[in-house]
C-alpha cells in the first residue's frame, strides 16, 4: 500500500485538530512523520490500530503544543484574550440597548407583536452570539500562530465567569430558572471557539495556495 | 559555557537520542529510539516541543531534507547536536555522577 493510499485512511478528524493546532513552521515535519509512522505502523499491525496510535499521538501532541504555546510566547496568547475580554465587557452590554432601539425605532410592537417578542427576548441572545463571534474574529486574528489557543483560553475564562455569576445569582435569589441560560452562554462560548477555526482554517487555505506566476 | 547550563531530564534523553542516531535523527527515528530504550511513549509533540526548545538554546541545529513519496511529499527535518549542546551533557553527566557518588541506590529493608 502507498502513503497515498494510507493518507486516505488518516483519522480525518485528528488530522483536522493538527491542522488547527500545530504552527506553521511544525506542521511539515510533526504531520510528515506522523504519517510515515502511520504507514509503517497500518502495515505492521492493521489500520484500527493505527489509528488509535494516530489518535493517541493527536491528542497528546495538541496538549503539548497549547502548554508550549503559553510557556514560549505567555504575552502572545495572554493579549489578544485579555483584549477579547474587554472587548466583551464593553460591547456585550450594548446589545439589549441597540436592539431595543431599533423596536423604537421601527416601532415594532406597535406593528408586529410577535417580531417584537422574537426580538426581544431570542433576538437578544444572538445578538450576543454574532458579538461573540465577532469578539472570537478580532482575537483570532490578533493572535497570529496562537488562534486556537487564544480563543479556547478566551471561551473557557468567559464560561468560567459567568457559571460564577450564575451560581451567585441563583443563591442569592434563589431563582433557578436562570440557569438555563447557561446553554446561551455555552453557546456564546462556542462560538468563541468557532471564529478561532475559521480564522484559522482560513489562514491555512491562504498558506497552501500555490503562488501565482 | 557555564559550568551550570545542564539538561532536563526529558533534553538530556533527546540530546543522547540525536548522538546516538547520528545523521540519521529527525522526529520519527528520535521518538522511536526513545520508545525503544525507555519503554515509554513518547508523542511527537513533545519530541519536536524539546527539540525546539534545545534549538533555541543552542544545543542542536536542525535543516530540512527532500521531500519524500512515504511522508506525503514532506521532507524531514534532521537534528544535529552542537559542540555547545555536547558540552552540556558532559558538564549533566559530571553534575550527576557527582551526585551518585558514594551513594548506596538500595534501601534498607529496616
Given at each position: 500500500?502507498?502513503?497515498?493510499?494510507?493518507?486516505?485512511?488518516?483519522p480525518?478528524t485528528?488530522?483536522?485538530?493538527?491542522?488547527?493546532?500545530?504552527?506553521?513552521?511544525?506542521?511539515?515535519?510533526?504531520?510528515?512523520?506522523?504519517?510515515?509512522?502511520?504507514?509503517?505502523?497500518?502495515?505492521?499491525?492493521?489500520i484500527?490500530?493505527?489509528?488509535?496510535?494516530?489518535?493517541?499521538?493527536?491528542?497528546?501532541?495538541?496538549?503539548?503544543?497549547v502548554?508550549?504555546?503559553?510557556?514560549?510566547?505567555?504575552?502572545?496568547?495572554a493579549?489578544?484574550?485579555?483584549?477579547?475580554?474587554?472587548?466583551?465587557?464593553?460591547?456585550?452590554?450594548?446589545?439589549?440597548?441597540?436592539?431595543?432601539?431599533?423596536?423604537?425605532?421601527?416601532?415594532?410592537?406597535?406593528?408586529?407583536?410577535?417580531?417584537?417578542?422574537?426580538?426581544a427576548?431570542?433576538?437578544?441572545?444572538?445578538g450576543?452570539?454574532?458579538?461573540?463571534?465577532?469578539?472570537?474574529?478580532?482575537?483570532?486574528?490578533?493572535?497570529k500562530?496562537?488562534?486556537?489557543?487564544?480563543?479556547?483560553?478566551?471561551?473557557?475564562?468567559?464560561?468560567?465567569?459567568?457559571?460564577?455569576?450564575?451560581?451567585?445569582?441563583?443563591?442569592?435569589?434563589?431563582?433557578?430558572?436562570?440557569?438555563?441560560?447557561?446553554?446561551?452562554?455555552?453557546?456564546?462560548?462556542?462560538?468563541?471557539?468557532l471564529?478561532?477555526?475559521?480564522?484559522?482554517?482560513?489562514?491555512?487555505?491562504?498558506?497552501?495556495?500555490?503562488?501565482?506566476? | 559555557?557555564?559550568?551550570?547550563?545542564?539538561?532536563?531530564?526529558?533534553?538530556?534523553?533527546?540530546?543522547?537520542?540525536?548522538?546516538?542516531?547520528?545523521?540519521?535523527?529527525?522526529?520519527?527515528?528520535?521518538?522511536?529510539?526513545?520508545?525503544?530504550?525507555?519503554?515509554?511513549?513518547?508523542?511527537?509533540?513533545?519530541?519536536?516541543?524539546t527539540?525546539?526548545?534545545?534549538?533555541?538554546?543552542g544545543?542542536?541545529?536542525?535543516?530540512?531534507?527532500?521531500?519524500?513519496?512515504?511522508?506525503?511529499?514532506r521532507?524531514?527535518?534532521f537534528?544535529?547536536?552542537?559542540?555547545?549542546?555536547?558540552?552540556?551533557?558532559?558538564?549533566?553527566?559530571?553534575?550527576?555522577q557527582?551526585?551518585?557518588?558514594?551513594?548506596?541506590?538500595?534501601?534498607?529493608?529496616?
Open positions: 500500500m502507498t502513503a497515498q493510499q494510507h493518507f486516505r485512511q488518516l480525518r485528528a488530522v483536522w485538530l493538527l491542522d488547527l493546532f500545530t504552527p506553521a513552521e511544525q506542521a511539515e515535519s510533526i504531520q510528515g512523520d506522523l504519517l510515515e509512522e502511520f504507514s509503517l505502523l497500518a502495515l505492521k499491525s492493521g484500527s490500530s493505527a489509528r488509535r496510535w494516530y489518535w493517541r499521538q493527536t491528542v497528546k501532541t495538541v496538549l503539548q503544543l502548554s508550549v504555546s503559553f510557556v514560549t510566547a505567555p504575552w502572545l496568547t493579549l489578544p484574550v485579555i483584549g477579547g475580554l474587554l472587548l466583551g465587557k464593553l460591547f456585550g452590554p450594548m446589545v439589549e440597548p441597540a436592539i431595543f432601539a431599533v423596536i423604537e425605532r421601527y416601532q415594532v410592537a406597535e406593528h408586529h407583536f410577535s417580531t417584537y417578542m422574537l426580538l427576548s431570542t433576538g437578544i441572545d444572538v450576543h452570539l454574532i458579538t461573540f463571534l465577532l469578539i472570537g474574529f478580532a482575537v483570532a486574528f490578533a493572535s500562530q496562537r488562534e486556537m489557543v487564544a480563543t479556547i483560553t478566551l471561551a473557557l475564562i468567559h464560561w468560567a465567569m459567568v457559571v460564577v455569576a450564575s451560581v451567585y445569582v441563583v443563591t442569592t435569589t434563589g431563582n433557578d430558572a436562570l440557569l438555563w441560560r447557561l446553554t446561551w452562554y455555552f453557546a456564546d462560548c462556542f462560538v468563541i471557539v471564529a478561532g477555526a475559521i480564522v484559522r482554517m482560513h489562514r491555512l487555505a491562504v498558506l497552501s495556495r500555490p503562488l501565482k506566476a | 559555557m557555564r559550568d551550570r547550563d545542564y539538561l532536563g531530564e526529558f533534553e538530556h534523553i533527546i540530546v543522547l537520542a540525536l548522538l546516538r542516531l547520528n545523521d540519521l535523527a529527525y522526529g520519527v527515528t528520535v521518538r522511536q529510539e526513545i520508545e525503544s530504550r525507555t519503554q515509554r511513549e513518547v508523542s511527537i509533540g513533545a519530541v519536536y516541543a527539540l525546539d526548545r534545545l534549538e533555541t538554546k544545543y542542536v541545529t536542525s535543516y530540512h531534507g527532500d521531500p519524500t513519496p512515504e511522508r506525503g511529499g521532507s524531514k527535518r537534528f544535529r547536536v552542537t559542540a555547545k549542546g555536547l558540552a552540556a551533557v558532559n558538564s549533566t553527566h559530571r553534575a550527576l557527582s551526585m551518585i557518588e558514594g551513594l548506596s541506590l538500595t534501601r534498607n529493608s529496616s
